[in-house]
T-cell receptor, first 114, second 113 residues
């Protein structure tokens, strides 16, 4: 399967702990996106990478959130000092970045903060 | 980015054709219209994309009138497995745009036997 993969699929943590999620995009895709989805809502954009450069961050991404994409391959999203409000599905998507491109989403990481 | 409006929910029966209409009155010249499908606990899946007139693929058809202020996703002969949330989005494409997607609440389609 050469689709977008995300690990872990589920994460349960206690409030105040740090968590890190990983996304492996489709190999030839140079664009990578992170979204967050809460129950009953559509996904919300968090941040965007063009290769290794982080080019846009949503105001939803507080200073407790950080994302990296070293060497323009996989990406990590870290949340420090987790809060109960961080409980959500974190989705990663990638796209080739050309005209009329399509974003391909991974299965997501479900975070539960106790 | 253009805002979209679509029904919150729809019901249908197996074998019927389902049409979901989306309004995007402020669509820009370089915006494309894209539909995604999402099942519970999965990421959204691309269904179809178009710019104008009609687009058809193996899954659905997309009808876009000349003014492009609305679009209709048509699912032929739905089955129980088509029960999902369907999102209509408009976004500009090309290397000069980030391509980030703005999702609304989507339309929850319930297919009944």
């Amino acid at each position: 399967d050469t689709g977008v993969s995300q690990n872990p699929r589920h994460k349960i943590t206690k409030r105040g702990q740090n968590v890190t999620f990983r996304c492996d995009p489709i190999s030839e895709h140079n664009r990578l996106y992170w979204y967050r989805q809460t129950l009953g809502q559509g996904p919300e954009f968090l941040t965007y990478f063009q290769n290794e450069a982080q080019l846009e961050k949503s105001r939803l991404l507080s200073d407790r959130f950080s994302a990296e994409r070293p060497k323009g391959s996989f990406s990590t999203l870290e949340i420090q000092r987790t809060e109960q409000g961080d409980s959500a599905m974190y989705l990663c998507a990638s796209s080739p970045g050309w005209v009329a491109d399509t974003q391909y989403f991974g299965p997501g990481t479900r975070l539960t903060v106790l | 980015l253009a805002k979209t409006t679509q029904p919150i929910s729809m019901d249908s029966y197996e074998g019927q054709e389902v049409n979901i209409t989306c309004s995007h009155n402020n669509i820009a010249t370089n915006d494309y219209i894209t539909w995604y499908q999402q099942f519970p606990s999965q990421g959204p899946r691309f269904i179809i994309q178009g710019y104008k007139t009609k687009v058809t693929n193996e899954v659905a058809s997309l009808f876009i009138p000349a003014d492009r202020k609305s679009s209709t996703l048509s699912l032929p002969r739905v089955s129980l497995s088509d029960t999902a949330v369907y999102y209509c989005l408009v976004a500009a494409h090309g290397s000069s745009n980030t391509g980030k997607l703005i999702f609304g609440q989507g339309t929850t389609l319930q297919v009944k036997p």
